[in-house]
């Protein structure tokens, strides 16, 4: 049985900095590229990032390019989204995403997580 588990969310103020984790349980980890997505009520689910199997090649969505980094640790089975000068609008809930292949490009996701709340105050 897959697990996707988040953590790391939680209260800062702008200009501040979360590191959130994501492990996978129940698969070949290094098989399948991972996502981070946000979501905020009424709106649609927005792909924050990606990672291919190897951690060697990034997406980012505009918003958040140049303050979040992502990475992997595939021997810990571990996804990472390091989130650097928060603004009020990253303010949403946080959830890992296993996709169906090795690679971001035409992406379909498999497994998801509960998500973790991030809360950016001004």
């Known amino acids: 049985q897959v697990q996707v588990v988040e953590s790391g969310g939680g209260s800062v103020q702008a200009g501040g900095s979360l590191r959130l984790s994501c492990t996978a349980s129940?698969?070949?980890?290094?098989?399948?590229?991972m996502a981070w997505f946000r979501q905020t009520p009424g709106k649609e689910r927005e792909r924050v990032s990606c990672?291919?199997?190897?951690?060697?090649?990034?997406y980012y969505a505009d918003s958040v390019k140049g303050r979040f980094t992502t990475s992997r640790d595939n021997a810990k089975n571990t996804l990472y989204l390091q989130m650097n000068s928060l603004k009020p609008e990253d303010t949403a809930m946080y959830y890992c995403?296993?996709?169906?292949?090795?690679?971001?490009?035409?992406?379909?996701?498999?497994?998801w997580g509960q998500g973790t709340q991030v809360t950016v105050s001004s």
């Open positions: 990672i291919n199997w190897s951690g060697d090649s990034t």
């Open positions: 129940g698969l070949t980890f290094d098989n399948y590229a």
């Open positions: 995403a296993v996709v169906s292949w090795g690679y971001c490009a035409g992406a379909s996701y498999n497994y």
